[in-house]
Nanobody
Framework: QVQLVESGGGLVQAGGSLRLSCAAS????????MGWYRQTPGKQRELVAT???????NYVDSVKGRFTISRDNAKNTVYLQMNSLKPEDTAVYYC?????????????WGQGTQVTVSS
């Protein structure tokens, strides 16, 4: 089993910054891609940013230039630095990781962390 523990959410004013962290632990030999998704009530969960084990990144257009995803492979941790936050960034943010154990690939989600941006 794999656990993803997120931290760093909270309440911030528009224009402010937050940094989310997600640490993976449990039974796996390596982690492939890691990412951040977000969800608001009544809407589908949407991709925010992903990063491969080699450091290649991908962002949804609405956060490009404002958010930065990074990871520390030695710590099995992924980060999301969020700058110039807007009220429309308000959502529950979820961490995702694709882990490998032997030949089995599995996908895991964190419990979610609330980010609220006030105008």
């Amino acid at each position: 089993q794999v656990q993803l523990v997120e931290s760093g959410g909270g309440l911030v004013q528009a224009g402010g910054s937050l940094r989310l962290s997600c640490a993976a632990s449990g039974s796996f030999s390596r982690i492939n891609a890691m990412g951040w998704y977000r969800q608001t009530p009544g809407k589908q969960r949407e991709l925010v940013a992903t990063i491969t084990s080699g450091g290649d990144t991908n962002y949804v257009d609405s956060v490009k230039g404002r958010f930065t995803i990074s990871r520390d492979n030695a710590k099995n941790t992924v980060y999301l630095q969020m700058n110039s936050l807007k009220p429309e960034d308000t959502a529950v943010y979820y961490c995702n990781a694709e882990t490998v154990r032997w030949v089995k690939i599995q996908n895991y989600w964190g419990q979610g962390t609330q980010v609220t941006v006030s105008s």
